[in-house]
């Protein structure tokens, strides 16, 4: 999987996993941005709501910037966002391309898509999340939450990640080869997308009037070297390596004599202390 997976990494700068998240998360996931929009309404709490209908009384108190950054923050508050990225064909995904000291940018809002809305920063043009401050160093997951058929996904340009940074003005390329491998993403729920931070990608809308609802990550090893805005972000640690789960079991830098010797405590390491459980 490893070789296979880098190879096409390589050599088309994304790469599609179909089927790696449990359904029943993502049944969770649903669950959990309904509630949030629910406690956000202006109406009494109501039972069986379609987020179609809370999207909308929910839009109509806040702009749909806010309700995507605070629907982000209860997918991160909840465990999602770990769970998802511990999901083992995920896991092993990430770390054959970036190793075992994972952490992922807790400060993201989710990807909402309506029909007939055509603001550029919703609609989002051809771009590189280079742009925006992310680095070489890091992995960026679109996962799609509440998609279905024609409701449209995103578009990338295959192999655009071996041109480098892309001269650009007002958040747009001033211009692409005429000859650009264009590719709308075939995903389902239960997938996600890797792209490079030099993928060239940009938005489908949607037809459909009921929200298109994906997650954008951006995943990074904390050991490499910071090369884009990483260090303005907030980032949480949710995998280690022997190595880092050794640094921690010493404690200190200092590797003081005996420090753990006749210790009770146990099971470090476990996804459930990662997870905060």
């Known amino acids: 999987m490893k070789n296979n997976l880098e190879e096409k990494f390589l050599e088309n700068g994304y790469v599609i996993l179909n089927n790696v998240i449990d359904k029943n998360l993502i049944k969770k996931s649903k669950s959990i941005i309904a509630s949030s929009l629910n406690n956000h309404t202006n109406k ?28 982000a923050k209860s997918l991160v508050n909840n465990n999602i966002i770990q769970n998802i990225l511990l999901q083992d064909k995920v896991h092993k995904a990430i770390s054959n391309l970036l190793g075992n ?21 919703l609609v ?10 992310v680095g070489i160093n890091t992995l960026l997951l679109w996962v799609p939450i509440n998609l279905k058929n024609k409701m449209g996904t995103i578009e990338v340009i295959k192999e655009s990640h071996k041109w480098g940074h892309i001269p650009h003005q007002n958040r747009e390329p001033i211009t692409l ?20 931070a030099f993928t060239i990608h940009k938005t489908v809308p949607n037809i459909l009037s009921e929200p298109r609802i994906a997650i954008p990550l951006t995943v990074r090893n904390f050991y490499y ?26 404690g200190n830098p200092n590797f003081s004599p005996y420090r ?15 997870l905060g459980k």
């Open 101 to 121: 000291d994972l952490e992922f940018a807790t400060q993201f809002e989710l990807a909402i898509n309506v029909k007939n809305v055509n603001d550029e920063y």
């Open 44 to 71: 009494k709490k109501l039972k069986n709501e379609s987020l179609e209908k809370l999207f909308y009384d929910v839009r109509k108190k806040y702009s749909q910037h806010e309700v995507q950054v605070f629907l």
């Open 260 to 274: 753990t010797f006749n210790s009770k405590r146990k099971d470090f390491f476990s996804k459930e202390k990662i």
């Open 177 to 196: 080869p005429a000859d650009s491998k264009k590719i709308i993403v075939k995903a389902d729920e239960g997938s996600l997308v890797l792209m490079s």
């Open 124 to 133: 989002k043009k051809y771009h590189q999340e280079f742009w925006s401050g």
């Open 225 to 250: 070297p910071t090369t884009g805005n990483e260090d303005m972000w907030s980032f949480e640690k949710y995998n280690y390596s022997f190595y880092t789960k050794f640094r921690k079991i010493l």
